[in-house]
Every structure is written in structure tokens, then in C-alpha cells.
């Protein structure tokens, strides 16, 4: 049985990049939806988009890719 952790986001979400699927500011923490069932085991971000690495070694990427930061894609919808 795996244990799945509960990933929250809040702030501005410009261009998304707190993974909520909208820009919509967000002034407190709410929990990302789409990866409730994803063992993630490490979550980093950068001034406009979020990584987010899973136990079976994806890389899930969500916000800006203006520099071609959010390549590959496994982009949450």
C-alpha cells in the first residue's frame, strides 16, 4: 500500500502555477485535486510554474512555459 501526502498551493497563480487548473488567486492553502492519487515524493517550484516527482520517477509539471520550463508534459488538467 502506498501513502499518498496531500500537496497544497496558494498565492498569486499568474500562469498557474499552483496547479488548481485556473488563475484564480488563491488566499489560503487548498489541495491540489489531480494529484490526490500520486505518490509524489518531491515538489519544487520556480517563480512561475511547480515540479512535482513521483515514486515511480514522472515528473508532473504545471504554470508558465514561456522558457520551455514545463517540458516534458504531464500537465494536470
Known sequence: MKAFAIIYSFGQNTHA??????????????S??????????????????????????KVYVWGSDNFGEVLPKFILT
Open 17 to 30: 502555477e499552483l496547479g488548481h487548473g485556473s488563475t484564480g488567486k488563491r488566499r489560503h492553502p487548498v
Open 32 to 57: 491540489l485535486a489531480n494529484m490526490r492519487h500520486v505518490s509524489v515524493i518531491s515538489v519544487e517550484s520556480g517563480a512561475d510554474h511547480t515540479l512535482a516527482l513521483t515514486d515511480e520517477g
